[in-house]
């Protein structure tokens, strides 16, 4: 006699993924269901959704994970430290479509910095939903818990240009970019 037990459990499994696919309603990464919640980064009018369960990185952790002096101004983290998102907000002020060729910079750059760093995919036309310019790309690093799965986000703010950083495991890659991506778009200002 076959049991269909495990089949059931997972066809369950699938249906409250479906269910799940907004930050209002919460996203699976993998069998975790995220939840996220609105908040304003340090220092600035500049607002968005991020997972609540994720905490403001110590700094402990962070000197040893981010060891360099150009490390994130402001790094949420989940509770294993593996998944992460950093902010820092560079006093900049740009014109249409400039966002553009900042990213070209930053990508010349970290391939200046570091000649194996090889982007992978860019996306230079997105706008988020209040408006914002924004570009993304992505690359493969190494950090001292293994090799990381990278995107780098520059938003075109109304003084000024978010920068944005996002790293997991590469296993995590595939569970965590719609996710990344929902976030970022969800960048607002208050003016």
Known sequence: MEYFDEDIL???????????????????????????????LPNSKIRMFLPEQFIVMPDIVKDVKYPSKDAPNYI???LSSMVNFGFNILPVFLETEDIKEMSSQFQKALHNVNPSIR?????????????????????????IDGQNYNRMYLVRMQNNVLHGVFNCPMQYKEQWEDIVEQCFLSIEEDI
């Not at 499994?13 to 799940?20: F, Y």
């Not at 996306?123 to 493969?140: A, H, P, Q, S």
């Open 76 to 78: 949420i983290t989940s």
């Open 10 to 40: 997972e066809a369950k499994l699938e249906l409250e993924k479906q269910r799940h696919t907004t930050l209002d309603t919460g996203i699976y990464a993998g069998d975790e269901l995220i939840t996220f919640v609105q908040i304003t």
């Open 119 to 143: 982007i992978k995919n860019h996306e230079n036309d997105l706008v988020t939903y209040r408006g914002n310019e924004m570009c993304w790309f992505d690359f493969k690093g190494y950090a």
